[in-house]
């Protein structure tokens, strides 16, 4: 008897969760366009054609040609490299506010699943957060604190932390109660043990689904902020502002609307595929039926 077989199929599992995954086609295309935009965004610098702020006041509002293939803005700036680098910081904000919104509300959630005197007002405030519109209570927050790349990461960390710390509560109130949690305790394992190696690994699941539709509602959201006025500085490209300054010249130059436009679309829409494949695939109650 040898120590090696319990880890050898783990790599098989791997590659057997992976195959199930893209067995769906749904994800396999939402996962395509993700890595396209992914690897759009972080190859930026070389794929632009122009600098995304580069003005060319004698060609404004030019509409898609072989020099610019998305078309100019009213200033003259190309549309397709402004596009590029609003990507950047589009999927850089949604990941950021995927980890910190994570670390808060995982935090809440196993402090309020397994103390139960900290159950009842973490719960309220919870619920109490989960009750205001998330667009509304961003908008507020970053009314509050003032709008900056750094305050939309932060108010829409806090206004999606809720959504993680409900289901991470609600599936540490089940494991806590299982029989190999009562024996972590007879055995004298300290509760933050208990707590990362016992609880925590046990309901990675459910959190990496909601992180992706996370990731998807923080792209939108930053990207209506964005429109709004209320996110990072004009200067600085976002999808959402290029709607904003597009929306004057509808009929005019439809272009300026229409590529942005559709890049938040195919983004969110391949994020929410992904999302519904891995929920789809780790819920056990759902995967008979597949």
Known sequence: MTDLAPDAPAPNRARIFLRDLLKRRMVAIGLAILIVFVLLAALAPLLAPYAPGRLSVVNRLKPPSGIYWFGTDEFGRDIFSRMLYAGRLSLSVGAAVVVL??????????????????????????????AFPDILLAIALVAALGPSLMTVIIALSIVYAPRLARIVRAATLVIRELPYVEAARAFGNSTSRIMFRHVLPNIVSPITVQATFIFASTMLAEAGLSFLGLGVSPDIPTWGTMISSGRQYIGQADWMTYFPGLAIVLAVLSLQMVGDGLRDLLDPRLRKDL
Request: proline fraction near 3%; charge should be positive; charged fraction near 15%.
């Open 101 to 130: 919104s994570s670390l808060i509300g995982v935090t809440l959630g196993l402090l309020a699943g397994f103390f139960k005197r900290l159950d009842t007002p973490i719960a309220r405030l919870i619920d109490a957060m989960m």
